[in-house]
């Protein structure tokens, strides 16, 4: 009588604990921007709902990745997923550095993620439909198109993190397919320097800048683009985290990387969270105020 009992206990909890793992589709988005299918890994908190919609991440692979990637890469990532409540969408960006390449115009996947992607996660999953509680980010590719997505959309992403990401494409000309896209840096030198996220600092609005968090290793090949994005923010006086730590552009350091930027993001939209508290509260005082100053004060006639 005891074992079973035990047994049910047991099975039970097992039971309990897949119920509440978090849920992976993957889904396959027509794109007009784009012409074709995309691949489109999404990982939802098991307590995610339309009455209880979950802060959503834009999370982007590198360059020979794909919308599986960061699966592969951060083992155990649903069940962060459930710890931080955060919900992940994961496309599949291919080569295209997640920007409208001016010269093949049949690369806009800025359009894509901007015009497509968000519009059907507002529309089709149980996610929140603001910028408080909405990021992006991404590892080296996805990196510079995270920061360039943040900091040229802040009225769709709150908050933004690269981790090893190339912050400044200029160093490195005939790399990574960015010639097919921006054409060779000798002959369309304008591309590259409008296109580098590094450029766009000084055309912030410091009242409209995301919280930005950039991550790299002391051991990355593009450690140094980072410090400068690191300096540029500093001498225009944009706030942000800047992480630095032993590690190269590997793996290994994007698994560990992956978990300082979702705790950056929970305490970024814990604030929202409380600020939204506060303003409802301060708001109902406010009407109670009112409604007891009119019984109080009834007005002459």
């Not at 980072?226 to 001498?235: G, I, K, M, Q, Y």
Request: some cysteine; aromatic content about 8%.
């Amino acid at each position: 009588m005891k074992r079973s009992l035990l047994f049910a206990l047991l099975l039970a909890l097992l039971v309990g604990n897949r119920a509440a793992a978090a849920r992976i589709d993957t889904l396959s988005l027509r794109s007009a921007a784009l012409g074709r299918e995309v691949t489109v890994v999404a990982v939802l908190p098991d307590a995610a709902s339309e009455c209880r919609p979950a802060p959503l991440l834009l999370l982007l692979h590198g360059y020979g990745g794909d919308a599986f990637s960061w699966l592969k890469i951060r083992t155990g990532l649903p069940e962060l997923v459930d710890r931080t409540g955060i919900a992940l969408l994961c496309p599949d960006g291919g080569q295209s550095w997640y920007m409208d390449s001016p010269v093949d115009t049949t690369s806009r996947y800025e359009s894509f993620l901007v015009g497509e992607l968000i519009p059907y996660a507002d529309t089709h999953l149980p996610v929140a439909r603001d910028a408080r509680h909405r990021a992006v980010a991404g590892l080296s590719m996805g990196g510079f198109g995270a920061m360039r997505l943040g900091l040229l959309h802040p009225d769709l992403f709150g908050a933004a993190g690269s981790m090893s990401g190339g912050l400044d494409i200029r160093p490195f000309p005939g790399r990574w397919e960015l010639d097919r896209l921006l054409g060779q840096q000798s002959e369309s030198p304008e591309n590259w320097e409008r296109m580098t996220p590094i450029n766009l600092i000084a055309q912030l609005d410091p009242a409209r800048v995301p919280a930005l968090i950039i991550d790299c290793g002391y051991d990355d090949f593009i450690f140094e683009v980072n410090c400068a994005f690191h300096r540029e923010l500093r001498r225009r006086g944009i706030p942000h985290d800047f992480c630095v730590r032993p590690g190269g552009h590997e793996l290994s350091y994007w698994a560990n990387a992956i978990d300082y930027q979702m705790l950056f993001f929970s305490k970024f939209f814990a604030a929202a969270d409380s600020a939204a508290d506060s303003a409802a509260s301060s708001a109902a005082d406010s009407e109670s105020g009112a409604d007891s100053g009119a019984e109080s004060h009834p007005s002459n006639r």
